[in-house]
C-alpha cells in the first residue's frame, strides 16, 4: 500500500516513519507547512526534512510556498480560538488532495506523534478531507512512540524546533507566564 506522509518537520518523522514503514507501508513524504514562520525556522525545518531523507532514502514531495499573509488569513482571521484544527484540515487537505491527484491510497501525518497536537483535530481534519478527495486517511496515535522520536532526532543530528510552527505558538511558548 502507498501511502502519502504530511511530514511537519524532522524529528516526527523518525518514529512515525519506522511505525509505518513496519506495516508494510510504502511511504512518500510531503513538505507542506505554511504555518511555519519565520521564513529562517521554515527552512530549518525544510532542511531537517531533507536531511532526514537523504539519511533514510525517503522520497519527499517539497511545497517550497511561502505566504504568511495567506495563511494567517485563511487560518486565523479574526478568531484565533480553533485556529490550530483549521491550520490541521488545511495541511491534510493539501495533503489528501496531492495523494488522489498522485495516485496514493493513503495518506497521514506525523503530526500523531506529537502530545502537543490536538488528536481530535486530526481525526477530524483526516476524515474531512478523505470525504473530500476519496483517499483512504489513515490515523494512528503514535504519541507512545514520541520519545522514540526525540532520541533518534538527536541521534541523527536532525534540527530540533522549540515550538509548533506559527508566530502564535512560538509566543505561547516563549511568553512570560
Same mark, same amino acid.
Given at each position: ?19 509505518? /514503514? ?93 502530545? /502537543? ?53 512560538? /509566543? ?6
Amino acid at each position: 500500500m502507498k501511502m502519502l506522509l504530511h511530514i511537519c518537520c524532522g524529528p516526527c518523522a523518525t518514529a512515525t516513519l519506522d511505525h509505518w /514503514w513496519g506495516g508494510g507501508i510504502e511511504v512518500t513524504g510531503l513538505f507542506h507547512n505554511p504555518n511555519i514562520q519565520p521564513l529562517l525556522e521554515f527552512r530549518r525545518r525544510l532542511t531537517g526534512v531533507r536531511d532526514l531523507a537523504d539519511s533514510r532514502r525517503l522520497a519527499v514531495v517539497e511545497d517550497l510556498t511561502y505566504d504568511p499573509a495567506a495563511w494567517f488569513e485563511e487560518i486565523v482571521g479574526s478568531d484565533v480560538a480553533g485556529r490550530c484544527a483549521r491550520c490541521i484540515a488545511s495541511r491534510l487537505r493539501v495533503t489528501a488532495r496531492e495523494a488522489a491527484a498522485s495516485g496514493f491510497a493513503t495518506f497521514s501525518t506525523t503530526l500523531a506523534i506529537s502530545p /502537543w497536537q490536538d488528536h481530535d483535530a486530526i481525526r477530524a481534519g483526516g476524515a474531512s478531507a478523505e470525504q473530500e478527495y476519496g483517499v483512504e486517511f489513515l490515523y494512528h496515535d503514535l504519541r507512545p512512540a514520541y520519545p522514540d522520536s526525540r532520541r533518534a532526532a538527536r541521534e541523527e543530528g536532525l534540527y530540533r524546533q522549540k515550538y509548533c510552527g506559527c508566530l502564535i505558538s512560538e /509566543w505561547e511558548r516563549y511568553r512570560e507566564k
